[in-house]
């Protein structure tokens, strides 16, 4: 059974906080992809990645970051949390294209962080 | 500018009847990929089609069918024989290439559905 595993359901932080989403694929994917989902506003791309060491910045990048040492993890950096990085934040991972390939993207269960 | 556009916020329909989620989208590549995914309360994203941009024929899956019209950049999905299971969220999905031989996936703003007895 495929798995994107990420590391906590639910997390409280504090505002400054250096906050770690770690997020885990065991299906050689290449792809990964971090985003945040809002109510009315979908999800929102914050960073993909290709290959271990690449990144690429999605549409919402301020104030993250992201590291891919391992070609199975994916972790999202929060370097100073604040209240509006309140938010669902989820990970997917999906083979390597061609985009005209049907590459499914396998998505984690989610993590509700909450910066108080 | 938005990449993927779902006018519909909500929707209704009653059970057992055909429902269209509309999508459109954006991009200049010729080579894109599109993608529904649903979401139910319980949270999890379930993928449930795809459509290729060159394929000539609309992907279908089930009970769901992809109404793919390439020259209005449009990527409906049809759900047909409605049931209560089908109350959710319902996202759709770009996968277009991007620079470095990286792929980039973009969502919409979802579509609720509700599905009334």
């Known amino acids: 059974d495929v798995k994107v595993t990420q590391s906590s359901r639910y997390l409280v932080k504090r505002t400054g906080e250096k906050v770690f989403l770690e997020c885990v694929q065991d299906?050689?994917?290449?792809?990964m992809f971090w985003y945040r989902q809002d109510p009315g506003l979908g999800l929102r791309l914050i960073y993909f990645?290709?290959?271990?060491?690449?990144?690429e910045k999605g549409d919402i990048p301020e104030g993250y970051s992201v590291s891919r040492e391992k070609k199975e993890r994916f972790s999202l950096i929060l370097e100073s949390a604040s209240t509006n990085q309140t938010s669902m934040y989820l990970c997917a991972s999906s083979a390597l294209g061609p985009a005209i390939r049907n590459t499914e993207a396998f998505f984690g269960q989610g993590t509700r962080l909450t910066v108080v | 500018a938005q990449k993927i556009t779902q006018t519909q916020p909500g929707m209704f329909v009653q059970e057992k009847e055909a429902v269209t989620l509309d999508c459109t989208y954006d991009t200049s590549d010729q080579s894109y990929g599109l993608f529904w995914y649903k979401q139910p309360s319980s949270g999890e994203m379930i993928f449930l089609i795809y459509q290729g941009s060159y394929d000539e024929q609309n992907a279908t899956e089930g009970r769901y069918s992809l109404n793919f019209q390439k020259a209005r950049k449009s990527a409906n999905l049809v759900i047909s024989a409605s049931q209560l299971g089908d109350s959710a969220m319902y996202f759709c999905a770009m996968r277009e290439g991007f620079q470095g031989g990286s792929e980039k996936l973009v969502f919409g703003k979802g579509t609720k559905l509700t599905v009334n007895p």
């Open positions: 299906m050689d994917h290449e792809n």
């Open positions: 990645s290709y290959d271990v060491k690449m990144k």
